[in-house]
């Protein structure tokens, strides 16, 4: 009894080299979720090796594992697959770290992932949204560089949205 | 050069990723992400917090000015104020203020969920907005206590030739007034309150108009939804009943209603191919020849209740997809699938709904099935595992389907060894067979016996547990 999968359909595989030298094998379809590199695929037709020297093997890894799981849930036909997709997104985003969460977003915003970049800057807005200033500061390490009495100048400048 | 396929349950550990939920973040990235991506983020908060983060540092003074997109939201998350004292008063001179200092005209989204505005005030803003160009807007009323607000749009607004997306929500529209939007693509309207006639001039002040969404509206009574450029449409009745529904869209895409009107009339839509009856009141004939009428029809979904659907039969040469799902009602519902070149086949639902399918050519053909058991202790029951043998026999999947079967328990796919010997095996052809559930058993072996029995030729069998997701 085996247990490997059943795909049968055949699609082109791409190459893809991140800035390390790791390189992806993925199928088009998955890496065409990309609008850079279906901007490629469509430009540079039967190239099937792409170099990506923005990008790092690391983070390029995560960019493709995400493509893959939408374009497989979006060929499955299965309206479900919307509820699956919050689920798997929302897990996907859980933990990371800001670190992790910076290089994804600036690899997905190079890479023209427009959905994941959607997924990402809403999950960072989720850590702004309700929060304090100093809280944001606090969270995201963010140092005033304000002169003495400066930030109470803007505070009172805009004093009709600090009340 | 190291080459890594990317296989799907790769999780980012083996990166060298782990959960640092809580380390300590030393540098600051937030500051150094560009311009472009600070404004997509910004764009999912609250514009007031976005003034507020003025004081964060120099890099962060001056962003609010030139942020696309604004939210004016009056109440917080919590549905507290966010002006403390005076919240009315302090709310409008907010928005005013924010409105007047903005160096850029660029004004992308408004979404103003009110709950105590004056209508002059927001009538000026959206005047403000209008004039500076915007091209999305997103108007939500917040009512305490009904349903809608009698806040009637001011012309200028159904006469903005900028706006690409209006969304309106819990407002009266009265059709008091003239409309043209020429540039308008989507249209979506929650809770507004209108009648027959307001729709008909509404659409026809869009002549762009290509995504249109009818949520919960009242007012209407023969719904007719006429545009030649319309291709995705959405109609959520929501408890409010239209006594008809009629679409003319000559390039009408893709359909959903979700409702229980039983005149549904699309005769006018020959270019449709998604359409989703969810709940539709139609009964076997009219759900038969609204399917018939549709020539290019390629994916259907159908929510199928026994209280008025009891045999029908579904027919389509460009069908590639067809969805099914039945309530817990009790009844029998009947199906009859005369589509040769269809290629999916999902059902999720009960056992009492018997799928048999006519012409059935060897298309490589993935059927996808949930069952929703009733089964509430985890006993099964003879009752149940004849049911379930019954329900998969009817399916007459070819041997190139690839069946995947979901059930809540492997429990419940363990057929009695009596049964087996008396029973003829469901699917006797089929080669590929994966199976998930929740709960796995300890009786591995006997699953593997019981699957083998309803699938002989099985090549290959795939059992796991579902991780994610309810059914």
Same mark, same amino acid.
């Not at chain 1, 490997?4 to 699609?11: F, G, H, I, Q």
């Not at chain 2, 999912?44 to 976005?50: A, G, R």
């Not at chain 2, 928005?95 to 007047?100: A, M, R």
């Given at each position: 009894?085996?247990?490997? /999968? $059943?795909?049968?359909?055949?699609?082109?595989?791409?190459?893809?080299?991140?800035?390390?030298?790791?390189?992806?094998?993925?199928?088009?379809?998955?890496? $065409?979720?990309?609008?850079?590199?279906?901007?490629?695929?469509?430009?540079?037709?039967?190239?099937?090796?792409?170099?990506?020297?923005?990008?790092?093997?690391?983070?390029?890894?995560?960019?493709?594992?995400? !493509?893959?799981?939408?374009?497989?849930?979006?060929?499955?036909?299965?309206?479900?697959?919307?509820?699956?997709?919050?689920?798997?997104?929302?897990?996907?985003?859980?933990?990371?770290?800001?670190?992790?969460?910076?290089?994804?977003?600036?690899?997905?915003?190079?890479?023209?992932?427009?959905?994941?970049?959607?997924?990402?800057?809403?999950?960072?807005? /989720?850590?702004?949204?309700?929060?304090?200033?100093?809280?944001?500061?606090?969270?995201?390490?963010?140092?005033?560089?304000?002169?003495?009495?400066?930030?109470?100048?803007?505070?009172?400048?805009?004093?009709?949205?600090?009340? | 050069?190291?080459?890594?396929?990317?296989?799907?349950?790769?999780?980012?550990?083996?990166?060298?990723?782990?959960? $640092?939920?809580?380390?300590?973040?030393?540098?600051?990235?937030?500051?150094?992400?560009?311009?472009?991506?600070?404004?997509?983020?910004?764009?999912?908060?609250?514009?007031?917090?976005?003034?507020?983060? /003025?004081?964060?540092?120099?890099?962060?003074?001056?962003?609010?000015?030139?942020?696309?997109?604004?939210?004016? !939201?009056?109440?917080?998350?919590?549905?507290?104020?966010?002006?403390?004292?005076?919240?009315?008063?302090?709310?409008?001179?907010?928005?005013?203020?924010?409105?007047?200092? *903005?160096?850029?005209?660029?004004?992308?989204?408004?979404?103003?969920?009110? *709950?105590?505005?004056?209508?002059?005030?927001?009538?000026?803003?959206?005047?403000?907005?209008?004039?500076?160009?915007?091209?999305?807007?997103?108007?939500?009323?917040?009512?305490?206590?009904?349903?809608?607000?009698?806040?009637?749009?001011?012309?200028?607004?159904?006469?903005?030739?900028?706006?690409?997306?209006?969304?309106?929500?819990?407002?009266?529209?009265?059709?008091?007034?003239?409309?043209?939007?020429?540039? &308008?693509?989507?249209?979506?309207?929650?809770?507004?309150?209108?009648?027959?006639?307001?729709?008909?001039?509404?659409?026809?002040?869009?002549?762009?108009?290509?995504?249109?969404?009818?949520?919960?509206?009242?007012?209407?009574?023969?719904?007719?939804?006429?545009?030649?450029?319309?291709?995705?449409?959405?109609?959520?009745?929501?408890?409010?009943?239209? *006594?008809?529904?009629?679409?003319?869209?000559?390039?009408?895409?893709?359909?959903?209603?979700?409702?229980?009107?039983?005149?549904?009339?699309?005769?006018?839509?020959?270019?449709?191919?998604?359409?989703?009856?969810?709940?539709?009141?139609?009964?076997?004939?009219?759900?038969?020849?609204?399917?018939?009428?549709?020539? &290019?029809?390629?994916?259907?979904?159908?929510?199928?209740?026994?209280?008025?659907?009891?045999?029908?039969?579904? !027919?389509?040469?460009?069908? *590639?997809?067809?969805?099914?799902?039945? /309530?817990?009602?009790?009844?029998?519902?009947?199906?009859?699938?005369?589509?040769?070149?269809?290629?999916?086949?999902?059902?999720?639902?009960? $056992?009492?709904?018997?799928?048999?399918?006519?012409?059935?050519?060897?298309?490589?053909?993935?059927?996808?099935?949930?069952?929703?058991?009733?089964?509430?202790?985890?006993?099964?029951?003879?009752?149940?595992?004849?049911?379930?043998?019954?329900?998969?026999?009817?399916?007459?999947?070819?041997?190139?389907?690839?069946?995947?079967?979901?059930?809540?328990?492997?429990?419940?796919?363990?057929?009695?060894?009596?049964?087996?010997?008396?029973?003829?095996?469901?699917?006797?052809?089929?080669?590929?067979?994966?199976?998930?559930?929740?709960?796995?058993?300890?009786?591995?072996?006997?699953?593997?016996?019981?699957?083998?029995?309803?699938?002989?030729?099985?090549?290959?069998?795939?059992?796991?547990?579902?991780?994610?997701?309810?059914?």
């Amino acid at each position: 009894m085996s247990s490997s /999968s $059943t795909t049968t359909t055949t699609t082109r595989l791409l190459m893809l080299k991140a800035s390390d030298g790791v390189t992806f094998e993925v199928e088009e379809a998955v890496a $065409t979720k990309l609008g850079a590199i279906n901007n490629m695929v469509e430009e540079e037709g039967s190239e099937d090796l792409i170099c990506l020297p923005n990008v790092n093997g690391k983070f390029l890894g995560m960019v493709l594992e995400w !493509c893959k799981k939408h374009a497989n849930n979006n060929t499955n036909s299965d309206k479900g697959n919307d509820e699956v997709n919050k689920w798997w997104d929302k897990e996907f985003v859980m933990d990371l770290d800001q670190n992790t969460l910076y290089h994804l977003l600036m690899a997905a915003d190079y890479l023209s992932g427009t959905e994941l970049v959607d997924l990402l800057t809403e999950k960072v807005a /989720s850590m702004i949204r309700g929060k304090k200033v100093e809280e944001i500061r606090e969270t995201f390490k963010i140092k005033s560089d304000f002169l003495p009495g400066q930030e109470e100048e803007i505070r009172k400048k805009n004093s009709w949205a600090f009340e | 050069m190291a080459t890594k396929g990317v296989k799907t349950n790769f999780r980012f550990k083996k990166y060298g990723i782990s959960n $640092t939920r809580g380390s300590p973040v030393v540098v600051d990235r937030l500051s150094n992400l560009p311009n472009p991506l600070i404004h997509h983020i910004l764009s999912f908060v609250p514009t007031l917090e976005v003034v507020r983060m /003025s004081i964060l540092s120099k890099r962060w003074r001056r962003v609010w000015y030139s942020i696309p997109a604004l939210h004016f !939201c009056d109440i917080d998350h919590m549905g507290q104020f966010r002006f403390k004292s005076q919240p009315r008063k302090a709310f409008n001179k907010f928005v005013d203020k924010c409105l007047k200092q *903005r160096e850029v005209g660029f004004v992308f989204g408004f979404a103003i969920p009110y *709950r105590i505005l004056t209508s002059a005030a927001l009538d000026n803003w959206l005047s403000f907005a209008i004039r500076r160009n915007v091209e999305e807007l997103d108007l939500r009323a917040k009512p305490k206590f009904k349903k809608f607000v009698d806040y009637c749009l001011p012309e200028t607004v159904l006469n903005a030739r900028s706006l690409t997306v209006l969304k309106l929500e819990s407002l009266t529209l009265d059709g008091s007034c003239s409309v043209n939007l020429p540039s &308008l693509i989507s249209l979506s309207l929650v809770d507004v309150k209108l009648h027959d006639e307001v729709l008909h001039n509404l659409l026809l002040g869009c002549p762009a108009l290509n995504k249109f969404l009818l949520k919960k509206c009242a007012g209407l009574l023969n719904t007719i939804i006429s545009s030649s450029t319309l291709k995705f449409s959405e109609i959520v009745e929501d408890f409010i009943h239209y *006594r008809a529904i009629k679409v003319e869209g000559a390039n009408l895409q893709s359909l959903i209603y979700d409702g229980f009107c039983d005149n549904i009339c699309l005769s006018a839509c020959k270019a449709i191919r998604n359409l989703s009856l969810l709940f539709s009141g139609l009964d076997d004939q009219s759900l038969e020849d609204l399917i018939f009428g549709l020539p &290019l029809l390629e994916c259907l979904t159908i929510s199928a209740s026994p209280y008025c659907l009891k045999h029908f039969r579904i !027919c389509g040469q460009h069908l *590639r997809s067809i969805r099914l799902e039945k /309530s817990y009602d009790d009844g029998l519902v009947k199906v009859t699938i005369d589509a040769p070149n269809l290629v999916s086949l999902c059902y999720k639902g009960d $056992t009492k709904f018997g799928i048999s399918m006519n012409a059935v050519r060897d298309n490589i053909l993935s059927g996808h099935i949930i069952i929703n058991d009733d089964v509430t202790d985890g006993k099964y029951d003879t009752n149940w595992y004849i049911n379930l043998i019954t329900f998969l026999s009817n399916i007459n999947f070819s041997w190139k389907t690839t069946v995947s079967l979901h059930v809540y328990s492997e429990e419940a796919l363990i057929f009695p060894e009596n049964l087996r010997k008396i029973c003829r095996s469901p699917w006797p052809n089929l080669k590929h067979m994966k199976i998930m559930t929740y709960r796995p058993s300890e009786k591995k072996a006997d699953l593997k016996v019981s699957l083998y029995w309803v699938s002989p030729a099985l090549e290959t069998l795939v059992i796991e547990k579902e991780t994610k997701g309810y059914f």
